[in-house]
């Protein structure tokens, strides 16, 4: 009797064992279990922590309450301007009613890819190219409206929807890189324009405050001639007044010829000079009686016409050793000479 019923209290034993490990459960703190009892939706939603259900009976069912992030694969289209784009994007969702997620829904992350991928599609035909470029908040927002819309029936919330990337053709790149150049080209033209005009005013001005102070204008040289001269790779060429080269030129022309003056003869050509004119006039000329033989016609000839002497050597040679003297002019025929010496 004893042994039949220790054999009973091991065999209920061993089955309850098995029935509490067939309905034994644990929900983890992230999610949420649905029990479906034979086929009916129970209307507790089992919490996180230890659980039973009935065997056989029940079905438990384990929902993800996490954030979910989706990557959408890439869709191409053609926006309003008539470009095709390749824009691939990720959308942020969680499950806010578990009961939903499992009874509205076969299977509400493909239900949420496929509404997340023909939202961007319709996103891309309704929006220009420079939208997709530089304007994603707003339809980063209308992309999160129109995938949120059906999914609140879902027990699904969109979190947030990113577009992350947009691939364009290689023609429409170079030609939007052609576009920013000649965007950035045009406004570095209008800087460097507007920076001569300024520079221009301002040189206006220092040439007027020059002009009043020449040696503004020389002193500002030699401030460029410092400058320059800094830099030891540099030919330096300065620019030479042209009353310098005037001066020098007036410089290394020849003297004009001035009238020479005549020699001052020396102290012993004066000497002999004196000596011969103190002699009498009869010793210098040598004069000479008229012959015996000569007739009175000769002699009258003589007499009236007084004889010259000639010069010595000596005298010759000291009247060529003095300088000449200049003719003298008769001032009463206007300057013509008399022929007197």
């Known amino acids: 009797m004893i042994e039949e019923l220790v054999t009973a209290g091991l065999t209920l034993g061993s089955v309850g064992a098995v029935y509490v490990a ?25 919490g996180p922590g230890f659980t039973m259900i009935v065997p056989i009976v029940d079905k438990l069912q384990k929902v993800n309450m996490q954030i979910v992030t989706m990557p959408v694969p890439g869709q191409e289209g053609i926006t309003r301007d008539n470009v095709t784009v390749r824009v691939d994007a990720v959308v942020y969702f969680k499950v806010v009613d578990a009961a939903d997620a499992v009874i509205r829904v076969e299977d509400y992350r493909f239900a949420v890819a496929q509404m997340a991928q ?18 994603r908040e707003k339809l980063n927002q209308g992309l999160e409206l129109m995938i949120d819309s059906p999914a609140v029936e879902w027990g699904v919330s969109i979190d947030r929807v990113e577009i992350k990337d947009v691939s364009l053709p290689e023609t429409m790149k170079r030609s939007m890189a052609r576009q920013a150049e000649a965007d950035r080209e045009r406004r ?43 830099e030891k790779n540099s030919t330096l060429v300065l620019p030479f007044p042209v009353e310098l080269l005037r001066f020098l030129e007036r410089a290394q022309q020849p003297a004009p010829p001035s009238q020479e003056q005549p020699s001052m003869p020396s102290p012993e050509l004066f000497a002999q000079l004196q000596k011969l004119l103190a002699q009498p006039q009869q010793q210098l000329t040598e004069g000479k009686e008229p012959s015996a033989g000569s007739s009175p016609e000769s002699s009258s000839k003589s007499s009236s016409e007084p004889e010259r ?3 010595s050597v000596e005298e010759q040679s000291l009247r060529d050793q003095l300088p000449p003297v200049p003719e003298p002019f008769d001032l009463d025929s206007g300057g013509s000479k008399s022929g007197q010496v």
């Open 188 to 230: 570095a033209r209008v800087i460097n324009a507007d920076a001569e005009l300024q520079a221009s005013k301002k040189l206006a001005e220092a040439a007027k405050e020059m002009a009043d102070t020449p040696s503004a204008l020389q002193l500002r040289l030699l401030q460029t001639v410092v400058a320059v001269a800094a």
């Open 22 to 46: 067939a309905a034994a459960r644990v929900v983890k703190q992230y999610e949420r279990g649905v029990v479906l009892r034979l086929g009916k939706l129970r209307s507790e939603v089992r």
């Open 309 to 311: 002497s000639v010069p």
């Open 118 to 135: 023909t939202s961007l599609r319709s996103i891309i035909g309704k929006s220009e190219l420079d939208d997709l470029l530089s304007n």
